[in-house]
């Protein structure tokens, strides 16, 4: 069945360092979504890309969708405390996401 | 508030127990869905319910069975509880491309 790795599994950074982590999926997505949950709370979304090799930021976040639309990425400049928790990337199923292993970021100040 | 309300927050229950869990989407979603997350894991998807149909099954056990109601809030039901089903159980809801709406969870220990 299909399956979205995500890597590192953990993040160990100093705050104002960055930090990447990468999603990849077995089959091609018509679309990806990026979710971060904090420590003992609930996924909350961030952003969705649809098409080939699209970028889009938020403030520090620059994600990324692959050229084949089977992998995608999340890069965070300059992490900042507040960054601390887990993301998910998310890939496009049949009326459903299948989510990654997700990547544990902690910060150190 | 996320505006998806699950019902209980915590719940402690033995093995060979039986629970129900519950879900109210926002309003105006028809979908439902439900991951389990178990310590440290990703979100396993359960099963998607759109407007009281099934419409996507996960890797979701026999012994659990979901179903959403005319009012649109659904329930997840877990049979002969096992220590190993003690998780997370989150429910969602959607609407296209702004992504799933979590509820705050459910968190099952099973003793």
């Known amino acids: 069945g299909q399956q979205v790795m995500q890597i590192p599994q953990y993040q160990h950074v100093q705050e104002g360092e960055d930090f990447t982590t990468y999603c990849n999926s077995s089959?091609?997505?018509?679309?990806i979504q990026w979710y971060k949950q904090r420590p003992g709370g609930h996924p909350v979304f961030l952003i969705q890309l649809v098409k080939s090799g699209e970028v889009k930021k938020q403030k520090r976040l620059t994600f990324q969708f692959g050229e084949a639309k089977k992998n995608s990425s999340l890069h965070i400049t300059a992490t900042q405390t507040t960054d601390v928790g887990t993301y998910f990337c998310a890939g496009s199923g049949t009326y459903k996401y299948i989510f990654g292993t997700g990547t544990r970021l902690k910060v150190l100040a | 508030d996320s505006g998806v309300t699950q019902t209980p927050k915590h719940l402690i229950t033995a093995t060979g127990q039986r629970v129900t869990l519950r879900c109210s989407p926002r309003s105006g979603d028809l979908s439902v869905y439900w991951y389990q997350q178990s310590l440290d894991q990703g979100l396993q998807f359960l099963i998607h319910y759109y407007n009281g149909e099934e419409r996507a099954k996960g890797n979701i056990l026999e012994r659990f069975s979901a179903q959403q109601f005319p009012d649109l809030h659904s329930e997840l039901n877990l049979s002969s509880l096992e220590l190993g089903d003690s998780a997370l159980y989150f429910c969602?809801?959607?609407?296209?491309?702004?992504?799933?709406?979590f509820g705050s969870g459910t968190r099952l220990t099973v003793v």
């Open positions: 089959t091609t997505l018509s679309n």
């Open positions: 969602a809801s959607s609407v296209a491309e702004f992504g799933y709406t």
